[in-house]
C-alpha cells in the first residue's frame, strides 16, 4: 500500500501546457489552425472593437530546412498594446485586457500565450512582437518566452525605433511545429468566413504554398464597437456581490443597488428594497452573510428589474450580413435577421441568422452551416453544437421548399458578453434552450423569406411560360383581328369586340381551350 | 474611439470561477451531477489506486428551509490528506497530488476545489473536511473556503479528536445550489455504472428522496493499483526535457538518457548517441539551446526505443469487467476482453471492451454504450466521443446477427496516463485514429464471442427440437423392435440391428426419412 502522496502547486501556465489539447492545442495541425486563428481574432479584437476599418495581412511560412516548422506572423493597424503591458500580455497567461464585461473575440486570456507556449515547446524560439499604440513615438520590439514553472515572461531582447509613420497596430511573430498539409482546408476556410463576417477588413492571406489571398473590403461602414457594461442582478452570484461591495464607492444599499447595477434605477431599487424588507440606509460593507445570501437570492428573483441592455453589444448587422456572404459566396438570393437581444443568466445575447442560396453555391446533401459567436468562425465540433441541432433536427426543410441537395448556406451568429462555450478551444456552442429557441426562431424567418423568394421565383417562371403560350397565340389572334375587322365597319362596344375575338378564336383552339368560357379566364390565370 | 485597455492578471481560481461551465458547472442540476461526481472520484482515488477495498457512502440532503440547497456528503476509507496539505488540496485550485505519471481519476487538480468553489458562490457555506491518513493518532476537522481573488484557502475552523478507532478516510460535506428533479436521472446512473467497474467497492447512496441505493460487494479481488512511471522519449517535449535536465543529478548525457526514461536503458542509449552523433559524456546541464532541440528532435524520432511499458497502469480486467456487467445489468450473456497496450505520444493506453446481451436487458434501437476513461463513467456528450463513433458508425451489427430493436450493451473503457479528454469537465474522448482503431478491436472481439454465443444458442435449440422430434418417434422405434425381437430370436450383431431396424422405421415413415440413407445420419446431425 503505498500512501505518500506527492502533492504540489502548478501554475495556471503549467496547467495550460499540460493540458494543450483543451486549449485546441491537440496536434502540429490543429495548432497551426487554432494560432492563425488566436492571433487574427486579437488583430480584430484591436481594430473593429476601437472604431478602426481593419487592415490585416497574415503569412505562414515553412522552415527550409525543418520542414515541421512554421512561423506565422500576422500584423494589424489597432491601438497596439502598451510598452509596459507587453511581456505580460504576451508572457503570462490569464493576464488580459478582456476581464471586463464586454463583447470581445477573446474571453480566457488565453490565445496568444498558447500560441507562444505552443511554439516554444515545439520549435523553442522566442516569439517576437511589434507594437505601437495611438500616437506613440515609438515603435517597440520584444522578444519574449514563458516562464512555464512561474507563469512569467522571460524578456530576451527589448529595442525601439522612431515611429516617423505615425503606425500603430501590432505585429506578433511565431515559430510553432505545424502540418499545413492536414490544416490547409481549415485555414483556408476559417480566414474565408472570417471575411464573410468583416466586409469592412482588409484581409491579405500568404500560405506556406506561396499563395496570396486577398480579401478587399466592400463597405467602408463599421457596426458600433461593443462598449463596456454593468453587471445585471440577474447574473450575480454571492462572490460577485462580495467583489462589487468590496470595491463600491457608495455607503448606502439604496446607493449601492441604483449605480453598480444596470437594469435598476433608483425607482426600482426602492420597490426591491421594501418588498424584500431591507433597510435602504445599510452601509453595503457592514451586510453579515447572511444578509448576503438572501440579498443575491433575492436580487436573482425580483423580476421587475429591466431587461439587460443591449446597446453596449456590437451584432454584425444584417445588412453587413447580405453583404458579406453576397460578396464571399455569389449566391442568387440572400437574406439575414438581427433579433432582439435575450437574456442568458443576466448577460444579453443577440442571435442574428443568414442565409444564402442557389448562385455560386454547391447543391449539400445539408445545408452548410457558418456558425459564428462574436464575430469568430467556429469550424470544429459542428455536430455538438446548438446551431447544428437547429439546421438539422428541429427545421423540417421540405416545409420550406427545399429538397436536398439543394444550394443552401445558413449563417448563425451568436454574440454577447458571455457565450456559453463547451470549452475553452472556442468551437460549439452548448445546448441551452433560450438560445437554441432563438436561433431557430431566426432560422425559420429566413427561410421563410427563402420559401417567398423561391414561390415568386417559380410563379414568375410560370407567368413568363403562359406569357410565351399567349404570344404563340398572337398570329392567330391578329389574323382573326383582321377578319373581324373586315365582316363589321362600324365600331363596337369592349364587351362585344371581346365575345366575337374569343368565339373566333374558340373555334380555331376548341381542342386546348375547351375549359375557358371567357378570356378574362385566362388573363386573371396570367397575373 | 477608445483605446484605454484596463489590463489584469486573474488567478486559476478566479479564471474556473469566472468558467465554470468548462469544468462542468454550467446549472444547479448539471453541478450537483458534476459534484457527486468529484467527491465519489477522489473517494475511489483514495482507495482502489492504494490498494484499499473500497467503503464508499454519498448522501445527499435538501435543505428542508432553502428547497435549492442540497448538502453532499461523501465518506471513504481510503489514506486521508495529510493534516498539513488538507488546507491547499481543498482550497487551492491547480494544487494536487496528482501531477505525476499515473493512471488517476483527477487529472486537472480542479474536481474537490469546483465543488467547494461553486458552493461558495451559490451557498456561501465553507466546505467541512474530516481527515484522517493512516495510523494518524488524530482525526482532523476542517473549515475551508476559498479566496478566489488570491486562489489560496481560508481555514475558517480547525479543530481534531482522538482517532481511538483507528479509521482512516476522508469525509467531505458541501453544500450547493442544485436541482435534483433533473439531476435525479443522471446522478443515479452515474453511481450504477461506477458500481459496474468497481465489483470490489461496497457503496451506499441516500437519494434526497431518502431513497436507499446499495451496491453490495460482489468480488474480494482489487486489480493492481496503478503506479507512477517514468516519461517516455516518444513523449517529450522541449519544455519537459529542460525540466527534466534541471532536477536530474545525472552527470553525462549517457547516464541522463539511461536512468531518467523508461524504454530506453544503456544499450539503445548508446546506440541512439552514436546514430545521432551526441557526445556520451556531455554533462546534460551544458547542452545549448541547439542541442537540446536537436535531441529532442531526435528522440522523437528514434523509433528502437522499447514501447512504454503499461504494467504501471491498472485496467479493469475483463473478469471483473464481466462480474460487473452481470451483477447490474443481469444479462443472459456477456464477455469482456483486455486489449494489449498501445502507445499515444508517449503514454501507454490499455483499451477494455465489454459486452452484455438479453437477460433484463431492455431491446433498444441503437447500442446502449457503456463509456468509461480510467474507471470513471462518462455519461454527457456520447454523440462526440470515439466510442460512439465505433459503436455507431464502423460497426455493422448485421454482420454479428444483432438485429436491432436489440437488448445488448456496450462497456468501453480507456486506462492510461493521459487522456485525449476534449475538456476538463472529463465527458467525451477525441477521435485519436490509433484509439478509435483499438476500440473498433475490441468491440469487434467481442461481438463476434456474442454471434458464437447466438449461433450456438440457435444451434442448441435446433438441436433440442431435433431430439424431441425423434423422442416422438421412440413409441414406434419400441414397437419395431418388438416385431423384430419376435422374428429374430438367435443373437446378431450391431450392424445388422441397425439396418434391420432401420428398414423397420423406414417402412413406416417413408416420407419423412426419404432423405436419410443410414441411421448413423440422424445420430450425426444432432450432436
Known amino acids: 500500500m503505498s500512501t505518500a502522496e506527492k502533492f504540489r502547486s502548478i501554475s495556471p501556465a503549467e496547467f495550460f501546457y499540460r493540458n494543450k489539447e483543451i486549449a485546441g492545442f491537440a496536434n502540429p495541425a490543429r495548432a497551426l489552425y487554432q494560432s492563425v ?104 520590439k520584444y522578444k519574449i518566452m514563458i516562464d512555464i514553472k512561474e507563469n512569467k515572461p522571460i524578456v530576451l531582447e527589448k529595442s525601439w525605433w522612431p515611429n516617423k509613420t505615425s503606425w ?19 485555414v483556408l476556410e476559417y480566414v474565408k468566413r472570417t471575411a464573410i463576417v468583416t466586409p469592412y477588413a482588409n484581409i491579405v492571406f500568404r500560405t506556406p504554398d506561396g499563395e496570396i489571398k486577398i480579401y478587399q473590403r466592400v463597405v467602408d461602414k463599421l457596426p458600433p464597437p461593443p462598449r463596456e457594461t454593468k453587471p445585471h ?96 459566396l455569389k449566391p442568387e438570393f440572400v437574406d439575414a435577421i438581427t433579433r432582439k437581444p435575450i437574456v442568458y443568466e443576466g448577460h444579453s445575447m443577440i442571435v442574428e441568422v443568414g442565409i444564402a442560396y442557389g448562385g455560386a453555391i454547391e447543391p449539400v446533401e445539408e445545408p452548410l452551416l457558418l456558425r459564428f459567436a462574436n464575430k469568430i468562425p467556429l469550424l470544429y465540433d459542428e455536430k455538438s453544437d446548438v446551431a447544428w441541432k437547429v439546421v438539422s433536427e428541429n427545421i423540417d426543410w421540405g416545409y420550406y421548399d427545399i429538397v436536398f441537395p439543394a444550394p443552401i448556406a445558413i449563417l448563425v451568429h451568436v454574440c454577447g458578453t458571455k457565450i456559453p462555450y463547451k470549452g475553452v478551444g472556442k468551437e460549439s456552442i452548448a445546448e441551452v434552450p433560450i438560445l437554441e429557441n432563438e436561433i431557430e426562431e431566426g432560422v425559420r424567418h429566413v427561410a421563410r423569406s427563402l420559401k417567398l423568394y423561391l414561390a415568386r421565383k417559380q410563379k414568375e417562371e410560370e407567368a413568363a411560360r403562359k406569357a410565351i403560350t399567349l404570344i404563340k397565340y398572337i398570329p392567330e389572334i391578329a389574323s382573326a383581328l383582321v377578319v373581324f375587322a373586315k365582316s363589321n365597319p362600324e365600331p363596337v362596344n369592349v364587351e362585344t369586340l371581346e365575345s366575337k375575338l374569343f368565339e373566333l378564336v374558340k373555334n380555331r383552339f376548341r381542342d386546348s381551350l375547351k375549359n375557358i368560357s371567357s378570356p378574362r379566364d385566362v388573363v386573371l390565370s396570367v397575373e
Chains 1, 2 share one sequence.
Open 37 to 140: 486563428r488566436e492571433l487574427v481574432e486579437n488583430a480584430l479584437d484591436a481594430t473593429d472593437s476601437h472604431g478602426i476599418l481593419p487592415e490585416i495581412s497574415i503569412s505562414i511560412d515553412r522552415d527550409p530546412n525543418k520542414t515541421y516548422v512554421y512561423r506565422i506572423t500576422v500584423k494589424d493597424n489597432g491601438i497596439g498594446v502598451p510598452e509596459n503591458y507587453v511581456p505580460d500580455a504576451f508572457g503570462r497567461v490569464l493576464f488580459s485586457s478582456k476581464y471586463v464585461l464586454r463583447q470581445t473575440r477573446g474571453l480566457f486570456g488565453l490565445g496568444a500565450k498558447m500560441v507562444i507556449l505552443y511554439g516554444q515547446i515545439t520549435v523553442g524560439e522566442p516569439a517576437e512582437i511589434v507594437s505601437a499604440t495611438i500616437n506613440s513615438k515609438k515603435i517597440y
Open 168 to 186: 500603430h497596430g501590432t505585429i506578433v511573430k511565431v515559430a510553432i511545429e505545424g502540418d499545413w498539409g492536414k490544416a490547409r482546408q481549415k
Open 233 to 328: 442582478p440577474h447574473g450575480i452570484d454571492l462572490e460577485m456581490l462580495k467583489a462589487m461591495i468590496s470595491e463600491t464607492k457608495t455607503q448606502t444599499l439604496l446607493d449601492f443597488l441604483s449605480e453598480e447595477f444596470q437594469g435598476v434605477g433608483r425607482v426600482l431599487a426602492e420597490r426591491f428594497i421594501t418588498k424584500n424588507n431591507f433597510d435602504p440606509n445599510a452601509n453595503p460593507k457592514t451586510l453579515s452573510k447572511d444578509d448576503l445570501e438572501k440579498l443575491v437570492r433575492a436580487l436573482k428573483e425580483f423580476n421587475e428589474f429591466r431587461k439587460p441592455r443591449s446597446d453596449h453589444l456590437s451584432p454584425i448587422g444584417s445588412d453587413l450580413i447580405k453583404i458579406g456572404l453576397s460578396s464571399i
